[in-house]
C-alpha cells in the first residue's frame, strides 16, 4: 500500500514558502489538484474501511471504519470487482487548486494530469505482481456521496481496483 500510493501520488520535495510539491507524478505547473482516497478491505495490518492518503506526511487517516464492497460496487454502476477487490483506490479533484493559476483551460491538464496517476499505480501494481483497472464508470452523486465529498468543489475523477490477479 506504501508502495502503491508512494509511486502514484509521493511527494518528493516541498518548493519555496510551501508553493508546490514535486512528486512521483508529473502535474501541469506542479498543481497536483487530487486527493487519494482507499476503500480498504484486504490489506495486512490495516482495518477495513475508508482511508484518506496525507501525501505530504506520506500517511494515512482512516476516516470511516466498515466494510463498503457493496456499496462501492453499486457506486462503480454494478461493477462487483471495483468494490469487491483487496483496496479500491478513489481519485478526487480539487478543480481550484488548477483553476486560480490556468482559469478556464485547466480541464484539459487535470484530465491529462489524471491519467498519469493511474498509470503509475498500473505500473507499481506489475512491479509487484498486483492487477488494476481504469474506471471512469461510476455514479457521480453516489461516488462522492460515499466519500463525503460535496461534488462542486471536490469531486472524484478516477478510480481503480487493486488485488492479486488469477494468472493464466
Ligand atoms: C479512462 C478509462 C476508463 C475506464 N473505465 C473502465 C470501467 O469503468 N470499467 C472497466 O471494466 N474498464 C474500464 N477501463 C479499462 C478498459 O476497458 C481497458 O483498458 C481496455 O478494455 C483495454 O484493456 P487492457 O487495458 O487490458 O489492454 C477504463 C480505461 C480507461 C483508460
Known amino acids: 500500500m506504501s ?4 509511486s502514484s501520488q509521493g511527494v518528493k520535495a516541498v518548493m519555496k ?19 487519494t482516497y482507499i476503500f480498504v478491505r484486504l490489506v495486512k495490518g490495516l482495518k477495513r474501511g475508508l482511508y484518506r492518503y496525507v501525501a505530504l506526511s506520506h500517511s494515512l487517516v ?9 456499496e462501492v460496487a453499486d457506486a ?3 461493477q ?5 477487490c483487496a483496496a479500491t483506490f478513489v481519485w478526487s479533484v ?10 478556464l483551460t485547466s480541464y484539459k491538464p487535470i484530465l ?10 498500473y505500473l507499481a501494481c ?10 471512469a464508470a461510476y455514479d457521480q452523486e453516489k461516488i462522492d456521496k460515499l466519500i463525503g465529498l460535496d461534488g462542486y468543489d471536490e469531486f472524484v475523477i478516477y478510480m481503480a481496483p487493486v488485488g492479486k490477479p488469477k494468472r493464466y
Open 3 to 6: 508502495f502503491l500510493l508512494w
Open 17 to 35: 514558502n510551501n508553493y508546490a510539491t514535486l512528486r512521483t507524478v508529473p502535474s501541469a505547473g506542479a498543481r497536483h489538484p487530487f486527493e
Open 62 to 70: 482512516l476516516e470511516k471504519e466498515g466494510d463498503f464492497a457493496s
Open 76 to 78: 462503480a454502476l454494478g
Open 80 to 84: 462487483k470487482f471495483v468494490g469487491h
Open 94 to 103: 480539487i478543480p481550484y487548486r488548477t483553476e486560480w493559476r490556468y482559469d
Open 112 to 121: 491529462l494530469d489524471a491519467g498519469h496517476i493511474c498509470q503509475n499505480l
Open 126 to 135: 506489475e512491479a509487484l505482481n498486483l492487477g488494476t483497472c481504469a474506471i
